[in-house]
């Protein structure tokens, strides 16, 4: 089975900044579209950033300019670099894998494979 595993969550404060990692296991990382989603306490879950064919990066509104999705393929690993966070942040994320490239990678349908989330809280 594939199997992704979050790390880098954390408590920081406003206007701080956290680097979340995403690691994968049991496929070929590199053929894979890899994604960021972030779910609050009563609502839903929110499309956050994705990576897809190595250059191609996809992001919310919401973070464009504070957030960066970045892979390495040696190391099966994606990134999240989280920079001016803000109290609405806090959520928890989560790691997507999937190779539907026909479906808009915003959408959790995109993925095949998801991961356990990192919590990240920030604080004003």
């Known amino acids: 089975q594939v199997q992704l595993v979050e790390s880098g969550g954390g408590l920081v404060q406003a206007g701080g900044s956290l680097r979340l990692s995403c690691a994968a296991s049991g496929r070929t990382f590199s053929n894979y579209a890899m994604g960021w989603f972030r779910q609050a306490p009563g609502k839903e879950r929110e499309f956050v950033a994705a990576i897809r064919f190595s250059t191609m990066t996809y992001y919310a509104d919401s973070v464009k300019g504070r957030f960066t999705i970045s892979r390495d393929n040696a190391k099966n690993t994606v990134y999240l670099q989280m920079d001016s966070l803000k109290p609405e942040d806090t959520a928890a994320y989560i790691c997507?894998?999937?190779?539907?490239?026909?479906?808009?990678?915003?959408?959790?349908?995109?993925?095949?494979?998801w991961g356990q989330g990192t919590q990240v809280t920030v604080s004003s």
């Open positions: 997507g894998m999937g190779m539907r490239y026909s479906i808009p990678p915003s959408d959790n349908q995109a993925y095949d494979h």
